[in-house]
């Protein structure tokens, strides 16, 4: 009998220790890092937002997660996790003994696992430091690693940690990523029954994952608000409202991007200012752009370009009926459609800021940003530079040019060639005031004004605006220099912004962890005068009233602007800008073949224009609408038409003065 007794002893003795012996031979026999929790600092999401805070794009690598602090974090939260996952979470040392037990005699009864005991502080560690196999050495070890954990943090930070790291479905990793997943809410703003889908989640992330299965969702939510209410955290009113309580779920892609052609150019330019983590790096950018703005240009370029192939389909209609009448008549060239695209860049005239860049027709299609990245020949729209510089040396637009052929000569590689400019109208007026030819756009008055000028001096002038690799011939009258379009939209803010030039900005500034690491400065360079900038601005006003740019009128404010067609029609300009708003329109072929004869640029990027200042005034009724002349504005009636001088363009002199005496005698 005694023998027995000490055989029985001897047994539970060793049934004792010998968990204790496995977890000795495990904690000796290897070695456990627990330094990717203990300094946890996982890939973060970064954040664009728009000039207004309004969210444009999440930017990310492998998993998208928002970091949110333990103190960001709603005591609320931590109730209804501990409440459904561990109860004695504040109480235990990373293993639950009693749990654990419980569940061991559960697992027997049924003959399965049925039950697990995992704390919180396990649950960590399986998703952080292990990996999926089912063996009693991973469950030894989750128990070392969990003993571990707790020595060195405190359960705070456990919990920082976990809920930042759990997956809850959907692509969402952590619990500030998916309240503003499912709900678009920061933690603050969630509702309890918000905080029970959440904290729901990790048991079974695809199956309780609201956009995919809701009622579900919400049996589980309700379970856990039960838990809390057996619990005595959450009183009998809080139950019963939160039972009832059915939140919005949105089902949105991760990356929520609003503004592809946006995000790109946000990245390359991070990438510049020495950002290369700018996926994992948890970054949030804020911009210059007005995501309203944006969809406005999206549409208004489409919109134009939709009426552009129309168009082209009824010339070709018209000329097959023109040919089955005529069979000499002379069909113009077939243009490949397919080529055809555009772009649209709008910036605030004053700050510079970026208010809207789209880069193509449609980003799926085609994601090259032609607004920075493409490079064409302006045409006629480089002609203001050339009238504020005469302007700037006392020119007016009562001045008058002359407005005839000529041939030039000029010697290429040993050649001597000739070069015979002509109007696009193909015709010529002989003497014409500088308002009518700018606004005209006539090619010979502007040849002529380059040479009375003098192109030396004409490129003298020219270094005032930073414009680089100008053509030092007379082929600069024409705009053969190449340009992108916000170029082109940073030149043209001398004439938007009263002689004031502004470098253009997309970013306002970039905060990491609170801390400000980018923020923009304005850079601006002294062009001319507000007068004789306003100048130019009273002609441009013009060449949309009654020139070339008629088709980018607006009803409810005033316009400035020009239009630019290259040779052969292989680019279509409108570069203008209202009171304070600033728009760069373009539209050509990608191959740089010529598009339809019949598009110019007044014909095709006009409407864009047009229709985007629509979208302006719907969007912001406020705005100013129309142009002040600034003081020293001299306005003069000048043959029955309204003219402007100032000290430097001075008004014409009266053809004859009294003299003194004279009006003594008289």
């Known amino acids: 009998m005694k023998l027995f007794k000490n055989i029985f002893f001897t047994l539970m003795l060793l049934g004792f220790l ?225 039972l009832e309580e059915n939140p919005e779920v949105f089902d949105d892609t991760l990356t929520q991007n609003r503004a592809p052609f946006i995000v790109d150019e946000v990245a390359r330019r991070a990438y510049n200012l020495g950002i290369s983590d700018i996926k994992t790096g948890g970054y949030e950018i804020y911009t210059t752009i007005d995501i309203r703005l944006q969809k406005a240009a999206i549409e208004s370029l489409k919109s134009a370009y939709d009426m552009s192939l129309k168009r082209i389909d009824k010339y070709k209609a018209w000329e097959q009926k023109k040919l089955s009448n005529n069979p000499n008549y002379k069909v113009a060239p077939d243009v490949n459609i397919t080529q055809l695209n555009g772009a649209l860049v709008s910036l605030d005239s004053k700050s510079g800021d970026i208010l809207a860049l789209v880069g193509s027709i449609d980003y799926k299609t085609s994601p090259y940003n032609r607004a920075t990245q493409g490079r064409r020949q302006p045409g006629s729209a480089f002609k203001p530079f050339i009238y504020q510089v005469a302007v700037d040396l006392g020119y007016s637009g009562a001045t008058e040019l002359v407005d005839i052929a000529r041939t030039y000569t000029y010697e290429k590689n040993g050649e001597e060639l000739k070069w015979q400019p002509q109007n696009y109208e193909e015709n010529y007026k002989g003497l014409i005031s500088l308002r009518e030819a700018l606004v005209h756009s006539r090619n010979l008055a502007t040849i002529n004004l380059v040479n009375d000028i003098g192109l030396r001096e004409l490129l003298r002038e020219f270094k005032k605006f930073g414009i680089k690799n100008l053509p030092p011939d007379l082929s600069i009258s024409l705009g053969t220099i190449s340009l992108s379009p916000l170029e082109l939209a940073k030149y043209y803010t001398s004439f938007a912004n009263a002689g004031i030039q502004v470098e253009p900005h997309l970013i306002r500034y970039i905060d990491k962890k609170s801390t400000t690491i980018y923020e923009k400065k304005e850079q601006t360079r002294f062009i001319t005068e507000p007068t004789q900038a306003y100048i130019i601005t009273t002609i441009l006003k013009d060449v949309i009233k009654k020139g070339t740019g008629r088709r980018a009128r607006s009803k409810g404010i005033e316009l400035a602007g020009k239009t630019g067609t290259t040779n052969n029609n292989m680019d279509g300009w409108f570069a203008g800008y209202s009171p304070t708003i600033e728009t760069i329109v373009w539209f050509g072929n990608d191959d740089n073949t010529p598009m339809h004869i019949k598009e110019t640029g007044g014909r095709i990027s006009g409407p864009a224009f047009s229709m985007f200042y629509q979208h302006i005034l719907r969007l912001y009724p406020q705005i100013k609408r129309k142009f002040e002349a600034p003081e020293g504005i001299i306005e003069v009636d000048v043959n029955g038409r309204k003219e402007y001088f100032s000290d430097i363009s001075k008004p014409p002199r009266a053809e004859a003065e009294v003299k003194a005496e004279e009006e003594l005698l008289f």
């Open 18 to 242: 010998t968990p204790f012996i496995i977890l000795g031979y495990f904690l000796v026999g290897q070695s456990y890092d627990i330094s990717s929790i203990v300094n946890y600092k996982p890939d973060v999401t970064t954040r664009i937002y728009d000039k207004n805070g309004d969210k444009i794009a999440n930017i990310f690598d492998k998993k998208h997660r928002y970091y949110a602090s333990f103190e960001e974090i709603p005591p609320r939260i931590i109730e209804a996790l501990t409440a459904i996952e561990d109860t004695t979470f504040f109480e235990h040392p990373g293993i639950n003994i009693d749990a654990i037990f419980r569940a061991i005699i559960k697992d027997i009864k049924a003959g399965k696992m049925v039950e697990g005991a995992s704390t919180i502080t396990q649950q960590l560690v399986k998703n952080k430091l292990l990996t999926r196999e089912k063996k009693l050495s991973r469950k030894v070890k989750e128990l070392i690693y969990s003993l571990k954990l707790e020595m060195n943090l405190s359960k705070e930070k456990i919990l920082e940690c976990y809920l930042n790291e759990i997956y809850f479905g959907h692509g969402y990793y952590g619990i500030k990523t998916a309240a503003d997943g499912y709900f678009h809410k920061n933690l603050a703003d969630l509702t309890l029954k918000e905080m029970a889908i959440l904290v729901g989640l990790p048991k079974a992330p695809s199956a309780y994952a609201p956009t995919k299965n809701y009622e579900i969702s919400m049996g589980r939510a309700n379970r856990v608000i039960t838990r809390m209410h057996v619990l005595g955290w959450i009183d009998d009113e809080t139950y019963n409202s939160s």
